[in-house]
Structures are given as structure tokens and as C-alpha cells.
């Protein structure tokens, strides 16, 4: 098992940033994947963006070239870049993290994120 809490949601008008933070209760060097999900009222949760331990990274269509993930393993921490942002991209926005192949995935609380002018 694994804790993960983020933070950096809030309210931004469109076009602007913010940055999502996870931290991670143990470290992250070896987790086989991680990621960032996020469900919009009366919509499924949708995979954002993923990065695996290797450091490759993989993106929803809605989000490429605005968006960015990455991590700091000294700091056990998975960041969510959003840049250009817009009123679509509200939801509650989600860490999970899957520890091996064969293990089942760790979830954040959420943190919210809301677009509007």
C-alpha cells in the first residue's frame, strides 16, 4: 500500500496554469507506473497523463502540448503541469500510482481543479 496526497487545485481563469502536486509516501524511483486522472461531474474517470519508472510519458489527446507530467524521485513527488488551460478541464483531478505490473492502484483524494472566467 501506498498514501498519495495532492495539492495545487484551485480556481484560474482560462488560459492560465497551475501546477498539481503528488507526494508519494514511500519512494517512487521503482513504481511501475503512475499517473494523473481526472473525472468531470456526470463524466468517468479519464487517464490525464501517465509516466512509467523508466520515465516514458503518455498523454490523453485533450491535454497534449498543454499539460506536462514529470517527477522528482528525491523528493517523492509526481507533478501535473497545465498550461493554457480551459473551461473543459474542470474536474477533480486524481493520483494513482501502480506499485508492479501485477498490483492493483493507489489513489489520491483528489484535488479540484475549476476554469472559468
Known amino acids: 500500500q501506498v498514501q498519495l496526497v495532492e495539492s495545487g487545485g484551485g480556481l484560474v481563469q482560462p488560459g492560465g496554469s497551475l501546477r498539481l502536486s503528488c507526494v508519494v509516501s514511500?519512494?517512487?524511483?521503482?513504481?511501475?507506473?503512475m499517473g494523473w486522472y481526472r473525472q468531470a461531474p456526470g463524466k468517468q474517470r479519464e487517464l490525464v497523463a501517465g509516466i512509467t519508472s523508466g520515465g516514458s510519458t503518455n498523454y490523453a489527446d485533450s491535454v497534449k502540448g498543454r499539460f506536462t507530467i514529470s517527477r522528482d524521485t528525491a523528493k517523492n513527488t509526481m507533478y501535473l503541469q497545465m498550461n493554457s488551460l480551459k473551461p473543459e478541464d474542470t474536474a477533480v483531478y486524481y493520483c494513482n500510482a501502480k506499485l508492479t505490473v501485477i498490483s492493483g492502484s493507489s489513489w489520491g483524494q483528489g484535488t479540484q481543479v475549476t476554469v472559468s472566467s
Open positions: 514511500r519512494s517512487i524511483f521503482s513504481i511501475y507506473t
